[in-house]
């Protein structure tokens, strides 16, 4: 549902942002990515966004019943 959206994740180096998709971080399993910018890792920390993922997901199914419930 939600992995097209973009994240952008700062380096801790320079602060050049890394434009990735949540798609793309769900999905990915190396844990760092370098830089293009300066070559600093940068922690992608992908099991963080799919647990974030899954709430939002949880959150917007819980709304859609309820609003389903109000407007029976």
């Not at 647990?51 to 609003?67: H, I």
């Amino acid at each position: 549902m939600f992995d097209k959206e973009k994240i952008e994740i700062p380096c801790p180096g320079c602060g050049r942002k890394l434009a990735k998709t949540i798609g793309e971080l769900r999905h990915q399993t190396q844990a760092n990515e370098k830089c293009p910018g300066c070559g600093a890792s940068i922690d992608l920390n992908s099991e963080g966004v799919r647990r974030g993922v899954k709430q939002a997901e949880e959150a917007l199914a819980k709304l859609k019943r309820d609003l389903g419930k109000i407007f029976k």
